[in-house]
C-alpha cells in the first residue's frame, strides 16, 4: 500500500520555526522526486518546494526562498521542510507528495494527508 505520511505541523508565533516530516512507504521513493504544496482556507493547493530523487536539486516557490529548506533522508524515502521565520500567511494544511517523474507542475501521482500548520500573529 502507497503511503506518503506527514508530521510536525502545529502552532507557532510568527517569527518562530517548524520542521515538517514526510515517511513515504509502498514504492521506491528513493528514486522519486518529492515535494511540499500547501492549501489555505478559501484558497488553491499551491507548490512550496520540491526536491530531486537523490537530493542535488531543489525548486522553491518565490514566496518561500530564503525561509524554507527541503531536505531528503540518507534512505532517500524521507523528506522534510524546515520552515523558519514563519508568517501568518503561511498558515495552510501541508501536503507531501511524490511522483516517478516530477512534482514541480503541480500534479504529482502520490499525495499525503497533510498536516495543518498555523502560524499566529
Known amino acids: 500500500q502507497v503511503q506518503l505520511v506527514e508530521s510536525g505541523g502545529g502552532l507557532v508565533q510568527a517569527g518562530g520555526s517548524l520542521r515538517l516530516s514526510c515517511a513515504a512507504s509502498g514504492r521506491t521513493f528513493s528514486s522519486y522526486p518529492m515535494g511540499w504544496f500547501r492549501q489555505a482556507p478559501g484558497k488553491e493547493r499551491e507548490f512550496v518546494a520540491a526536491?530531486?530523487?537523490?537530493?542535488?536539486?531543489?525548486w522553491y516557490a518565490d514566496s518561500v526562498k530564503g525561509r524554507f529548506t527541503i531536505s531528503r533522508g540518507n534512505a532517500k524515502n524521507t523528506v522534510y521542510l524546515q520552515m523558519n521565520s514563519l508568517q501568518p500567511e503561511d498558515t495552510a494544511v501541508y501536503y507531501c507528495?511524490?511522483?516517478?517523474?516530477?512534482?514541480?507542475?503541480?500534479?504529482?501521482?502520490?499525495w499525503g494527508q497533510g498536516t495543518q500548520v498555523t502560524v499566529s500573529s
Open positions: 526536491i530531486s530523487w537523490n537530493g542535488g536539486t531543489t
Open positions: 507528495a511524490a511522483d516517478p517523474r516530477t512534482v514541480v507542475n503541480g500534479a504529482p501521482d502520490y
